[in-house]
Structures are given as C-alpha cells and as structure tokens.
C-alpha cells in the first residue's frame, strides 16, 4: 500500500501561479515514476507531468514550459511548479504512483481553479 497526500490547489487568477505538493508515504526512489494527472469535469483524467525514479521528466505538449515536476527526496514529495495558468488548466489534480508497473496508488486530488 502507498498513502499520497496532496496540497497546495486554489483560485489562482489567469497568469498566476501554484504548486502542488504531494507526499508519500515511503522512499520515492523506491517508486518507480510519480506523476500528475488532472480531470476537468465532464473529461477523463488526463497525464499532466511524470518524473521516474531516476529524475527523468516528462510532460504533455499543452503545460511544456509552463509547468515543472521536481522532487524533494529528502521529503518523499513530488512538486508541480505551475506558472502562466490558463482557464482550461482548472480541474482536479491527482498525485500518481507507480510502484512498479501496474500496481498504482492515487491521491485524493485536490482542486486548481483558473479565473478571474
């Protein structure tokens, strides 16, 4: 079992910034990648951002240069840096882990809401 605790969602107006913070409960080296996902109501839960085990990013074409995945090892926490957030950026983000692949654990999201 793996515990993900999400934080740091909210209002931000268009342009603005956030991040998210999502806390695991055991060694993130010990997890084979962590990423961010986001379901925006009425869509399917969409891949946002990925870092692996080794420090290897990826991200979708719709937040490249705009967002950032990092990690704190020390913290067993993965961040999503969001900058210059547009209104179609609101939707739950979720915290993913994949242990190794196949057996994945969730966060219990947590609300960003782009507008003015």
């Known amino acids: 079992q793996e515990k993900l605790v999400e934080s740091g969602g909210g209002l931000v107006q268009p342009g603005g910034s956030l991040r998210l913070s999502c806390a695991a409960s055991?060694?993130?080296?010990?997890?084979?990648?962590m990423g961010w996902y986001r379901q925006a109501p009425g869509k399917e839960r969409e891949l946002v951002a990925t870092?692996?085990?080794?420090?290897?990013?990826n991200y979708v074409d719709f937040v490249k240069g705009r967002f950032t995945i990092s990690r704190d090892i020390a913290k067993n926490t993965v961040y999503l840096q969001m900058n210059s957030l547009r209104p179609e950026d609101t939707a739950v983000y979720y915290c993913?882990?994949?242990?190794?692949?196949?057996?994945?654990?969730w966060g219990q999201g947590t609300q960003v809401t782009v507008s003015s």
């Open positions: 870092i692996t085990s080794r420090g290897i990013t």
């Open positions: 993913n882990a994949e242990i190794i692949p196949g057996d994945n654990y």
């Open positions: 055991r060694n993130i080296f010990s997890i084979n990648t």
